[in-house]
């Protein structure tokens, strides 16, 4: 990240009429930072207007008995009441659970599955665009849109997958997958490796290909084989790439709200609410916005800590 | 003879890969034109017998579909708008100068990036309602901005940052203001990356659910297409051929941006991963 040297001389040796014509000088070099900050100054007011306040809004709000907030009262009394009831909830725990049991399964499912596919069209082959171009394409589809699809694959009577089930001699009754909390479960996970391993395939791609070809032919020369060059070669220098992708998963499945509310809405009995979803239900559901305030600045917490964990000191790369 | 068999099974191998990944999106058009008696068959058809073409154009009358398309396309060109504008100045200002905060400013981005839109949305939803933008497309616009914003400045900052500066010094050595030099110079140069740029944000605005739905419910004039399919969805019953077929009105843009595009938009994805 060696971007910001200091600007060139040369620029001292401009016209000395022009200069004049501009109360402030910013291509003087003395000046010029100057210029930097008034570029900047348009992103940080956004920023500041959209993402800061609000977020110090919900920060207030998560310490007040708030029902549904409004700008234009006064301020409720500091409570912690929120917190406390947060940690005391059955209900939030069992979110945590499941947010954990999705992290886990749907980031190991889509690192497992975008690495294969990336390997597999890695190879020199005719064709070879074409597959990579496909084998991303689920990266496109809007998650409304994934969720359409998957809905009616395991739809409960005329869906592709109890008819494969069947056929295949799995079960001898339709499953109804959206009212058995495993398999909702089960759908919702689908549906999120579906939908997000194509991420990590593309990015284990643009890896794969800034690892020189003499590495490998370096390996064969010694006489290691396709799989010590694998481990060898092939993963060590992935890692950096995969440890960052791994991480952007991992805030995806965390942060996600399509996809689980639009397929389950958070049920059966719960079993598909996480974080996310738990904070929405709270504040448009049951309109207590102090208290779903409350879990989304701990989902945030978690986010920050789970990738600061992950990432440690390398936090830059994430860029 | 060894050779031959392995590519053999690389080419089925794909071939296989290709085939399970994609079948989701074959079967999304497949319903949409099946006539709905063959969804209501089993074993399911792969391929209706007479494919029911029309059901684009009957959608398109019976439902607000262009509606909808329509306030997607001005929701996402007025989000791309408003974060291009204020991207490529910060962009180019934390590529090129020594600012202090920058790297702070670089933090706090990133951050950005980790905030659960269920938890930005509920400040948000306070502040709109006192303003009254909640129910016009001005909210989600807003809204938008703040999921595309973090991408767009470091998407722009990395483009920046593979444009030698030596550019711009030549130009200015000649004569040109700096922001001259960057109207006329880097943007310039720096227009496939601009490009793929704004239509990563672009992506971003028309996959967006969460805050049309939570601003824009009570408002049907201003459903964008993402809200309106889900209100297509019935609790017991639904209409899968039709609500497929608006799916695939719905998805078509964004996969022939990608289509077309793809070297772009995942060139400004990856950009960080080759380093």
Not at chain 1, 149 to 175: C, E, K, R
Request: proline letters at 5%.
């Amino acid at each position: 990240m060696s971007t910001q040297s200091i600007p060139a001389q040369p620029l001292a040796a401009r016209a000395p009429g022009r200069r004049r014509r501009f109360g402030l000088d910013l291509a003087r070099p003395s000046r010029r930072h100057w210029l930097g900050y008034l570029l900047l100054a348009p992103a940080v007011l956004l920023i500041a207007l959209i993402i800061v306040y609000p977020l110090f809004i919900s920060l207030d709000l998560s310490f007040q008995n708030v029902g549904i907030a409004r700008l234009d009262q006064p301020r409720r009394p500091f409570t912690l009441a929120n917190y406390e009831r947060l940690f005391t909830s059955a209900e939030f725990w069992m979110a945590c659970w499941v947010t954990f049991k999705l992290l886990v399964i749907v980031t190991g499912a889509c690192f497992v599955l975008g690495l294969a596919t990336a390997l597999l069209v890695n190879n020199r082959f005719r064709g070879r665009s074409i597959a990579r171009l496909f084998v991303a394409l689920p990266w496109a589809v809007p998650e409304v849109i994934a969720v359409v699809i998957f809905a009616w694959i395991f739809d409960s009577s005329f869906g592709l997958m109890n008819w494969l089930f069947i056929t295949l001699g799995l079960t001898s009754q339709t499953i109804n997958w959206f009212s058995d909390p495993d398999a909702a479960f089960a759908v919702v996970a689908i549906t999120m490796i579906w939908k997000g391993y194509p991420f990590v395939s593309i990015m284990a791609l643009a890896g794969l290909q800034s690892i020189p070809e003499d590495f490998y032919n370096a390996a064969k020369v010694d006489g290691a084989n396709a799989w010590q060059r694998f481990t060898n070669i092939t993963i060590p220098t992935l890692m950096p790439v995969l440890g960052v992708t791994i991480v952007l998963v991992m805030l995806w499945v965390f942060r996600d709200f399509s996809i689980i509310y639009v397929l389950t809405g958070g049920g059966p009995l719960k079993a598909t609410q996480t974080l996310s979803i738990m904070t929405y239900e709270q504040a448009f559901g049951f309109f207590k916005m102090g208290y779903a305030s409350a879990v989304g600045i701990v989902t945030l917490v978690l986010c920050v800590l789970a990738s600061l964990l992950m990432v440690g000191r390398r936090a830059e790369a994430m860029y | 003879m060894k050779l031959r068999s392995s590519r053999i099974v690389l080419y089925l191998g794909v071939a296989a890969t290709c085939a399970v990944l994609l079948f989701p999106i074959y079967w999304l058009f497949v319903t949409a034109i099946s006539p709905p008696a063959d969804l209501r068959s089993l074993p399911p058809r792969f391929w209706p017998d007479v494919p029911q073409w029309q059901v684009f154009s009957r959608i398109a009358e019976e439902r607000p579909m262009l509606l909808w398309l329509t306030n997607s396309t001005l929701a996402a060109l007025g989000s791309v708008a408003l974060s291009m504008t204020v991207s490529v100045f910060a962009g180019y200002a934390l590529s090129r100068f020594r600012v202090r905060g920058g790297q702070s400013l670089g933090l706090f981005i990133l951050t950005a990036k980790m905030l659960p839109a269920t938890l930005l949305v509920i400040p948000l939803f306070g502040i709109f309602r006192s303003v009254g933008l909640i129910g016009s497309l001005w909210s989600v616009v807003l809204a938008h901005a703040t999921l595309i914003v973090p991408f767009t400045t470091w998407m722009l900052k990395g483009y920046f940052d593979t444009i030698p500066r030596e550019l711009e010094q030549a130009a200015m050595v000649d004569g040109c203001s700096p922001l001259g030099a960057l109207f006329r110079v880097i943007l310039p140069v720096a227009t496939p990356g601009l490009a793929a740029t704004a239509l990563y944000g672009f992506v971003l605005s028309w996959s967006d659910y969460a805050y049309a739905r939570t601003f824009l419910t009570n408002a049907q004039q201003s459903w964008t297409a993402n809200l309106g399919i889900t209100t297509m969805k019935g609790e017991y019953v639904t209409d899968w051929n039709e609500i497929s077929a608006a799916a695939v009105f719905v998805a078509l843009p964004i996969l022939v941006i990608y289509l077309f595009l793809e070297r772009y938009l995942v060139g400004g994805l990856t950009a960080g991963a080759e380093k």
